[in-house]
């Protein structure tokens, strides 16, 4: 729920609509997708979760920390861009 909530949240607070969320799952993983028409692309904080004292700023961390994968891309159609996500499935 996590890993697709923050995406989702930083696509409505920082992007700019509409946002699309698109989740699959595999035999081997769950692969996510939320696109928004946002400018500019997701950039994790260079800190620990931990030492981050502002109320926001930590989520990218902690999706890189429970994921396998993370990355995104301009949409090729126009304005945006896309983050995606692959999460194990038996992940620990």
């Known amino acids: 729920m996590l890993v697709v909530s923050e995406p989702v949240t930083n696509a409505v607070v920082h992007g700019r609509g509409p946002v ?3 989740v699959a799952v595999t035999s081997r993983a769950v692969v996510g997708a939320v696109t928004d028409a946002g400018d500019g692309l997701p950039v994790p904080p260079a800190v620990p979760a931990e030492e981050i004292t502002t109320e926001h700023g930590r989520g990218l961390l902690i999706v890189s920390g429970l ?3 993370w990355w995104c891309v301009p949409r090729p159609d126009g304005p945006g861009k896309t983050v995606w996500f692959t999460l194990p499935l ?3």
């Open 67 to 69: 994921v396998e994968r």
């Open 90 to 92: 038996g992940a620990p």
């Open 20 to 22: 699309e969320v698109a």
